[in-house]
């Protein structure tokens, strides 16, 4: 981003000398964007925050492993100061910088990392010095509960990425109540506004998008897990998952849809690896159980209920997949489509197996070939490669569904590879005589 405005910088001057803009406007810019800075001093103060949230991991970890030593032989007292003595200490540092208006994020990610590491350790020692019991789950729960304040009081990232990581945990330890675990999507929800708060200045900054990564990533195991018994006792999980890789994809195209580098469209990576990821999986007509499902499933209203809820994101992302064949936008199109085409297969699924498997793989093989033909248009290696990708993932799959010989697939490997190898010398050199 930094080279970007370096260059508005530099243009600046010539866009007010002809009068294309006032030099009001110019004088605005600059207050908006403020200094570009430069790689290497980006590069320093991100070490700078990196090594405090490594420094008071370090320093978490070193009280551990002391109070370890002799633990045994202390009093419950003495124990008891001690568990909370750590956090104590860091919810002191962390009152200090809310009372000084220090905004340095080494300052608060660091602080931030040993207040959390700080709870969770004055939890669990409590806990083992009194003898209070408890399950694993109860522990996640508290922990990141307690932890998610802080991220919002600090303004602290790691406290919520460590707050996702603990509630899809909690998610999977429950496993005694499926019921429980729908409390899941209440818990994610507190998580939220975060990602707005983060984003309201630059969308684009490592913190927001750090922490989009892995708002998809344990998004995409929670759900599933917290639906398991729904999802598998009415048969509509390619309905579902379609739904949310789809829905994932959608709103990270529009959200980050100017993102210059490739880690900088989170959403969109995830829930694209995802529907083509579930696609491959689609198109094996094992996939699909034709004859379980029956509308006279629908019986109670805690199944309705239930079919309301499956149905959110697939609904949510089919009327943002209408809006991008509006606007045009193919790609979004091309990806997007997922969600629709779920409920069209799991409706042909339900009749025949073979309906459903068909319909995916026919929608591979176009998906791989219009990623392909943009790329080669664009001259874009990584979109060429992706769209290649795709249709070496489904051809290798139909190869390793039948029963060709180890010859046959021996040759289409190799058939595979010179072709990748091929395609991009091309573009290589296409590129090389462009410039």
């Given at each position: 981003m930094s080279k970007h405005i370096q260059w508005l910088y530099e243009e600046l001057p010539g866009l007010v000398s002809r009068g294309v803009m006032p030099a009001e406007v110019a004088e605005r810019l600059r207050q908006h964007y403020g200094a570009p800075g430069t790689p290497a001093g980006a590069a320093k103060r991100w070490a700078i925050i990196l090594f405090s949230i490594l420094g008071a991991a370090l320093i978490g970890g070193g009280i551990i492993l002391l109070l370890a030593h002799n633990w045994e032989e202390l009093s419950r007292p003495v124990r008891a100061v001690i568990s909370v003595a750590p956090l104590a200490v860091a919810a002191a540092i962390g009152a200090w910088?809310?009372?000084?208006?220090?905004?340095?994020?080494?300052?608060?990610?660091?602080?931030?990392?040993?207040?959390?590491?700080?709870?969770?350790?004055?939890?669990?020692?409590?806990?083992?010095?009194?003898?209070?019991?408890?399950?694993?789950?109860?522990?996640?729960?508290?922990?990141?509960?307690?932890?998610?304040?802080?991220?919002?009081?600090?303004?602290?990232?790691?406290?919520?990425?460590?707050?996702?990581?603990?509630?899809?945990?909690?998610?999977g330890a429950v496993g005694h109540d499926a019921g429980q675990r729908l409390w899941y999507f209440p818990l994610l929800g507190l998580a939220l506004p975060f990602l707005w708060w983060t984003s309201r200045g630059n969308r684009y900054h490592p913190r927001p998008v750090l922490f989009a990564w892995v708002l998809a990533i344990t998004m995409s195991i929670a759900t599933g897990i917290a639906l398991e018994q729904v999802l598998g006792r009415l048969e509509v999980w390619p309905v579902f998952f379609g739904g949310l890789f789809g829905l994932l994809f959608l709103v990270g195209a529009r959200w980050w849809g100017d993102a210059t580098a490739a880690w900088q469209r989170p959403l969109q990576n995830v829930g694209a690896l995802g529907a083509v990821g579930l696609s491959l999986v689609l198109s094996f007509g094992d996939a699909w159980s034709p004859g379980r499902w029956h509308w006279e499933q629908i019986q109670t209203w805690r199944t309705v209920v239930e079919l309301a809820a499956v149905a959110v994101f697939p609904v949510a992302a089919i009327a943002l997949w209408v809006r991008s064949w509006t606007r045009r936008a193919w790609s979004e199109v091309m990806v997007g489509a997922v969600p629709a085409l779920a409920v069209v297969g799991w409706t042909l699924g339900v009749q025949s197996k073979l309906l459903g498997a068909g319909l995916f793989n026919l929608y591979l093989f176009a998906l791989g070939i219009g990623t392909l033909v943009i790329g080669l248009r664009e001259r874009r290696l990584g979109t060429v490669n992706a769209g290649m990708a795709v249709l070496a993932a489904v051809i290798l799959c139909r190869f390793f569904d039948s029963d060709l010989g180890f010859v046959v697939r021996g040759v289409a490997f190799i058939v595979i590879g010179i072709g990748f190898l091929a395609t991009n010398l091309v573009l290589l050199k296409w590129k090389g005589a462009a410039k």
């Open positions: 910088l809310l009372w000084t208006g220090r905004t340095s994020t080494a300052w608060r990610e660091g602080v931030g990392t040993f207040q959390t590491i700080a709870i969770g350790v004055a939890i669990s020692l409590i806990a083992q010095t009194y003898n209070l019991g408890g399950r694993f789950d109860e522990f996640m729960l508290t922990w990141s509960l307690l932890a998610l304040p802080v991220a919002y009081l600090l303004g602290a990232t790691l406290p919520a990425i460590l707050y996702l990581v603990g509630i899809t945990v909690w998610t």
